[in-house]
């Protein structure tokens, strides 16, 4: 009888459920906040929000939900594969967007592809545009079009620039950094123009997704597409959401507007994408799957906390599947997920998920 005695229900990063003591808890509380404040260079939770967020960890209830007033935006990544692809459902994409208006209340929505990477939509561009002037004709709530920029396609076999990859291993640094230039203006133009066609069918706005995948050249690549799409619709919305907490320096010395990209946490950023004429801002960290779910949460939650805390724009940090202190699991369970999303806006004051 657990739950009895000084023994609350959690769960490990891999999304295995332990009991723990409040006093354990708040150890991995600390720690979590300690990771953040000593990488990330973030600072730390106040007081009272470290006993809020114990306060949260250790409520009794299966689910939690946000206090009357703190209720924030929804937003997805994959939207329209989430039922069609991942649950198996027979309907098409138009389809998932009006249950997810009419039956699960969501406030935006994404339409996507399968391949949800740009490079792979050139070819079907049109057909995808089709189905962006149908949903905006059914549909109410804002809908995206979103994918990855997900530069490494274009690397041979499958695109015309070398593997940075297989060069470094080499010692061959400044070809792989020349691989990398080229790719990031080839991977720019197929993201504008991709962007461009869906803007003229309508589309409320256009999401870049898992920014930074292939390290900051992907990343330069995402925000230089969101400059010149700022710049040619200034009615359109552009959201994007980051690959890592931890800008990788795949490249090294790659700039945007005088900032280097390599090593930017969550705070700097925020402050990167608003100068690329980016709307909102997706940060994600990642589920160390070895660590608890107090000790992940803590962690999401400081480098968060120090994102709104500078942000010029909305701030909507990913918390799913192995990112924002949830655990790595195929279904994220709703003990985890319930308590990460009432922390990130309560506490972290995101302005959405």
């Not at 939207?79 to 039956?103: C, F, N, Q």
């Not at 640094?173 to 080839?186: P, S």
């Not at 940060?283 to 660590?291: A, L």
């Not at 990913?318 to 279904?331: R, S």
Request: hydrophobic letters at 40%; aromatic letters at 6%.
């Amino acid at each position: 009888m657990n739950h009895l005695k000084d023994n609350y229900f959690t769960r490990m990063g891999d999304g295995e459920g332990i009991w723990m003591s409040k006093t354990q808890i708040t150890e991995e509380v600390l720690a979590g906040i300690e990771d953040a404040v000593n990488k990330g260079k973030a600072q730390p939770m106040s007081g009272g929000d470290v006993d809020y967020l114990i306060e949260i960890l250790t409520m009794p209830e299966k689910n939690v939900s946000v206090e009357r007033g703190c209720e924030g935006i929804t937003t997805f990544d994959a939207g329209t594969l989430k039922m069609a692809v991942r649950s198996g459902l027979p309907i098409d994409s138009t389809t998932a967007l009006l249950i997810h208006e009419r039956a699960l209340c969501s406030d935006t929505m994404e339409l996507c592809n399968t391949d949800y990477s740009y490079k792979q939509l050139k070819n079907i561009v049109y057909e995808e545009a089709m189905a962006m002037e149908r949903a905006q004709m059914n549909c109410i709530m804002p809908i995206f079009y979103g994918a990855m920029p997900n530069m490494g396609l274009y690397t041979k076999p499958d695109g015309p620039v070398d593997n940075w990859s297989e060069l470094l291993p080499q010692g061959k640094v400044l070809e792989a950094m020349d691989a990398q230039e080229k790719a990031a203006e080839l991977c720019t133009n197929d993201m504008v123009y991709i962007g461009s066609v869906l803007a003229e069918s309508g589309a409320c706005g256009i999401q870049f997704d898992t920014a930074g995948a292939s390290g900051d050249a992907d990343l330069l690549a995402a925000l230089q597409a969101s400059k010149i799409l700022s710049e040619k619709y200034p009615d359109l919305s552009i959201t994007m959401g980051m690959a890592n907490e931890f800008t990788l320096g795949m490249h090294g010395k790659l700039k945007f507007e005088g900032e280097r990209l390599a090593g930017q946490y969550p705070a700097k950023q925020v402050k990167t994408v608003a100068a690329a004429g980016v709307h909102s801002y997706g940060p994600v960290v990642n589920t160390n799957s070895s660590k608890s779910f107090a000790w992940n949460l803590a962690r999401s939650l400081t480098h968060v906390q120090e994102a709104t805390r500078v942000a010029s724009i909305p701030v909507l940090p990913n918390v799913g599947m192995g990112v924002g202190g949830i655990p790595l699991t195929t279904t994220s369970p709703t003990d985890c997920s319930t308590r990460a999303s009432k922390a990130m806006l309560e506490i972290g004051k995101a302005d959405g998920l």
